[in-house]
């Protein structure tokens, strides 16, 4: 699948070969999906990274041939007064899979790891505390039975400013600008000792990490998914052949006379 230069190093990912390719593993992924549903298996996976890494993009290419029954996203704003008097981890458990499930956390409670602890939205004790408990929790939920697979997105420098420049010149784009994106790019370093503060602290056998260069956001969004399905044990289950059944005559009557005075939307295209 890799495409090199004659110098040795990898070229750009040719759209047809990434678009055939991404067909093929959202297939599995659909396979996945009947699989986890028939099972009764539960799974969170959590997209930490640099902010302009391109979750998004990589979350869109998971879930757009699948259900969002079964792959459930879950990305929260910023937490209410009630939310923030209640225990951290409390509004994130209550979206937790039930059976047949899996969670996709854009962001997730590694806020407290990073853009809390970088901007001061926590102070220095509840970051610590997050780092001693935060092993113990995800123990917690892994011996309860769901799988947890956690991702982290590096972008460059170099191309996280290239993405941010772009935002602001493209107005399909500025909606991504957060009020966080800017302060991002002058605390570079700070994010990322934080980062690694974050991954000393919770790389752990039972959970572990997995990190992604993003820079090429093609490469990085098929590696991705391939981990994810590596990571699930599934089969692919035999399905029963599907036969269209005749349209009934059974009460016949002018359906599309009784709709015709209606009021139908424009047809300006």
Known sequence: MKEHNDDGER?????????????KLQEQLCHLQAWVKAKGYRAIIVFEGRDAAGKGGVIKAITERVSPRVFRLVALPAPSDREKSQMYIQR????????????????????????????????????KRFLELCPEIEKFIVDGGIKLIKVWLEVSDKE??????????????????????LPSRSKWFEYSRARDMMLDATDTDYSPWHIVFSDDKKRARLNIIRHILDAIPYKVLSREKVKLPKRSMKGQYDDQATIAKRKFVKEVY
């Open 11 to 23: 070229g750009a990912l040719k759209k047809k070969h990434y678009e055939k390719e991404l067909k």
């Open 92 to 127: 994130y458990m209550q979206h937790f899979p039930a059976a047949g499930e899996v969670v996709i956390f854009d962001r997730s409670w590694y806020n407290r790891a990073g853009v809390e602890y970088v901007m001061g939205f926590c102070t220095k004790e509840q970051h």
């Open 160 to 181: 996280q400013k290239r993405r941010f420049e772009a935002r602001i010149e493209d107005p399909l784009r500025q909606w991504k600008l957060s009020p966080m994106d």
